[in-house]
């Protein structure tokens, strides 16, 4: 993967300075060649935890698992969020990782008081573990996150749920073990390619081209 | 590539020192050196290329690869003076060569004339300090034409009717309109209104070196990777640098201007990457740090004759911020826009730009347009109905369905200039260099949030005007947040009532220079980069001709 960063690094770096024409007409297909190489090297490592202990990401998983499920399309756990989590442990929210810690520890018990016999939270039924999210539940609803005080296992799901849907949504030609094979793009309708041109939806399609309307030219 | 190579010594006296490579300081070190001049130019980012733009939105967003990032440079924000600032993400800008230019949406309309004469044709608002521009729509016509054609502008001339006199065509036409743009056109019309394909500093067709904009849709907050967005690193700034005059050094971090025996500037002292200090030596000093870094760095610069701020005298130095007013509106169709594909804007319309203060009751005017800025994962976080539930079933199934049906429209707007409305040193927080970080006050005044309701209404008339499945508008709240920084520093002939004159030059100190957001007299209705650089252009003909007579002189 880092070969295939780099080449891409390479490729952009010919690009800068050259002739626009060779720009607009070569790059996306250079592009595409390395990305397939990249894809193969990506699908070629076995996954493994970097910061996660194994029984911990097996929670962390069961979590994302209900924060975006799996059902007639891939949900968080195709996606490999659970590595995408377990990276950003290591890099870009490091910061967390004492919330991770202690609101994982409350959830948890919040699970076996709300389930007694129940664990922890992997070992729920859906249904509980719907449950015990609703109950942390108060305030992520869209727009409308009042500052309140929260319990820890609050801030640790809320954390979790943005994570979550990051590791679902990442670029997935990023470095950062989310999105993989692009399943969640694919979810969202998102396509994968690096350049676009029009008609780019249903709306544009048969547009005519920009035309002042009658009155304008009087009214000025 | 010519990035960053060190040309001139600290200890050479250089003609100009430009502080900020942004959207002005990038065309002021262009200016100057092809003029003839040595010019050093420093910027507190690094100095990233093509390769170095990604879609990472991580990267981008939670590790602010091109902007300020709050953790090292933390601010404070609060309401009134009477207030405790409390510490808070206040304000964003471009932290890197090419500043905000590198990462902006590129809405590039020109202001209109009324925005420079508006105080004299609506007359004085209590509470304010409303005022006209000492210069005319006219006089900075001929710069906003420079602008259009160096840096490359996409648009349509003549376009709306609303439009100020254009003496020039745009050099490219308009980009490609998407499904918004579409839907957007066709409702506005029916309700008798004149949309028009958005001016964008974006280029439609290619230019020597730049590639013409592959709609990969990681615009707006994002690097371009192929050069195609027309920031002022992938424009002005490779010129300043081909003429052997200009150093681009980056990772300079100013902390002070330094003054001499006749109260004249004498040069910049900055920190390197680091920490070390420095002190680049100039017979002229050109501000171009934006309108938050600019006024703080006047205040970091105070000594015996200006204790309140180098060239303070007027008190005025940080004053009458101003930050557009705004809101926005959404809407989810039957079948797929894919507005996420492309540049941000397609259709902007001007129907409301100047209101009868008589009619509606309150002072100001706007813009709409059809905007869709999101990336996936802020889309999930910010583009979905009110009341959805952000996990489950419900949250990806609605995800799944809104993502490529979603249009969303925006409005823009004025903001009257409120004195206590500023920035200034916080008494007690220091940033990661051990320097005062920056304290925001700002409060909306009530005639700006009764501009976003009543604009809130026109967006969601045109939203009826469609055959949207669903529709809502975000609610027009006190803002605490800017992306636009305008008006601390504000241009005027009055020494009393303003910092710089007509030709950007401080009114205290004759070498001493200030161009960027912070010069703004009023706000216009957003979008302010283009006039921005306009004015960035105009400063460096006054700067070369007092130069060229020995006007610098202290």
Redesign the interface.
């Known amino acids: 993967m880092q070969d295939a960063l780099s080449r891409r690094?390479f490729l952009?770096?010919t690009?800068?300075?050259?002739?626009?024409?060779w720009?607009?007409t070569k790059?996306?297909a250079a592009l595409a060649a390395v990305q397939h190489a990249h894809d193969s090297a990506q699908s070629a490592v076995p996954p493994r935890f970097e910061y996660f202990s194994p029984e911990l990401a097996v929670e962390i998983d069961a979590l994302t698992a209900?924060?975006?499920?799996t059902?007639e399309?891939p949900?968080a756990r195709e996606a490999g969020v659970v590595y995408f989590i377990d990276r950003?442990l290591k890099t870009?929210?490091q910061d967390d990782r004492k919330l991770y810690a202690e609101g994982m520890a409350e959830l948890q018990a919040r699970a076996r008081e709300m389930f007694p016999g129940v664990e922890r939270f992997s070992a729920a039924t859906t249904e509980q573990q719907?449950e015990i999210?609703r109950s942390l539940?108060k305030t992520?609803?869209?727009?409308?996150r009042p500052f309140m005080p929260r319990s820890l296992a609050q801030d640790f799901f809320e954390t979790l749920?943005?994570h979550?849907?990051?590791g679902f949504?990442?670029?997935p030609?990023?470095d950062?073990r989310g999105n993989r094979d692009g399943v969640?793009?694919q979810?969202?309708?998102?396509?994968r390619e690096?350049?676009?041109?029009?008609?780019?939806?249903?709306?544009?399609k048969d547009?005519p081209g920009?035309q002042?309307?009658a009155a304008?030219a009087k009214?000025? | 590539m010519t990035t960053g190579q060190l040309k001139y010594k600290t200890s050479d006296e250089v003609d100009f020192v430009i502080i900020g490579s942004g959207a002005a300081g990038g065309v002021i070190a262009k200016e100057l050196s092809t003029n003839g001049f040595r010019v050093v130019v420093l910027e507190q980012g690094p100095y990233l290329t093509e390769a170095d733009f990604t879609h990472d939105e991580i990267e981008v967003t939670n590790q602010y690869q091109l902007t300020n990032n709050p953790k090292y440079q933390p601010m404070t924000f609060r309401k009134s003076p009477q207030d405790k600032a409390k510490r808070h993400p206040a304000f964003v800008y471009g932290r890197m060569v090419g500043g905000s230019s590198v990462h902006f949406t590129a809405n590039y309309w020109r202001f209109h004339e009324i925005d420079f004469v508006e105080r004299s044709k609506v007359g004085p608002i209590s509470g304010t300090g409303f005022s006209d521009w000492p210069i005319t729509y006219a006089d900075l016509e001929p710069y906003y034409t420079k602008v259009e054609w160096e840096i490359g502008v996409s648009g349509f001339a003549g376009a709306s009717p609303f439009d100020p006199p254009q003496s020039t065509p745009y050099p490219m036409p308009p980009l490609p309109v998407k499904s918004g743009g579409v839907i957007f056109e066709s409702a506005a019309r029916k309700l008798g209104w004149h949309p028009f394909p958005a001016p964008m500093a974006i280029l439609s067709q290619p230019r020597p070196g730049r590639s013409a904009c592959v709609q990969c849709g990681f615009c707006e907050s994002f690097g371009c990777e192929v050069g195609a967005k027309s920031s002022t690193r992938a424009t002005v700034i490779r010129v300043a640098e081909k003429t052997g005059r200009c150093e681009i050094r980056p990772n300079c971090y100013v902390h002070r201007i330094e003054t001499g025996a006749h109260g004249q500037v004498t040069g910049a002292a900055y920190f390197d990457g680091k920490r070390t200090v420095h002190l680049q030596k100039a017979k002229a000093v050109v501000v171009c740090a934006n309108g938050a870094e600019t006024p703080r760095l006047l205040f970091l610069s105070a000594n015996k004759e200006f204790s309140d701020g180098l060239a303070n005298s007027s008190g005025l130095v940080g004053k009458y911020l101003m930050m557009n007013s705004g809101s926005s509106a959404r809407a989810v169709f039957e079948h797929p826009l894919n507005d996420y594909k492309g540049f941000a804007v397609s259709r902007v319309l001007h129907d409301f730009y100047e209101l009868d203060p008589e009619k509606v009751g309150f002072f100001g005017g706007g813009g709409l347009d059809t905007r869709f800025d999101s990336t996936p994962i802020g889309f999930a976080d910010d583009y979905l109905p009110h009341e959805t539930l952000m996990w489950g079933k419900e949250f990806k199934a609605t995800l799944a369905h809104n993502f490529t049906r979603t249009m969303s429209i925006m409005s823009h707007g004025t903001s009257l200039p409120v004195e206590n409305n500023s920035f200034s040193l916080d008494p007690d927080l220091k940033d990661a260099w051990g320097l005062p970080a920056i304290r925001m006050t700002y409060k909306d005044h009530p005639d700006d949030l009764k501009l976003g309701v009543f604009l809130r209404a026109r967006m969601m008339e045109l939203l009826d005007a469609t055959d949207a499945k669903q529709k809502w508008a975000n609610p027009v709240e006190e803002q605490d947040f800017a992306y636009h920084l305008l008006g601390t520093c504000r241009m005027g002939n009055d020494p009393k009532t303003s910092v710089v004159n007509a030709d950007h030059r401080t009114h205290d100190i004759k070498n001493l220079f200030l161009c960027d957001g912070s010069s703004l007299v009023s706000s216009g209705r957003g979008q302010p980069t283009m006039t921005i650089q306009a004015l960035a252009y105009r400063a460096a003909d006054r700067i070369t001709a007092l130069a060229k007579r020995g006007g610098l002189g202290a």
């Open positions: 690094r952009l770096d690009a800068t300075g050259v002739s626009a024409a720009v607009a790059w996306p209900r924060i975006i499920p059902g399309t949900g950003a870009f929210a719907d999210l539940d992520a609803i869209s727009n409308d749920r943005q979550t849907v990051a949504l990442i670029d030609d990023s950062r969640g793009w979810v969202i309708g998102r396509e690096h350049m676009f041109q029009p008609p780019f939806g249903y709306y544009d547009y920009w002042p309307a304008e009214k000025k």
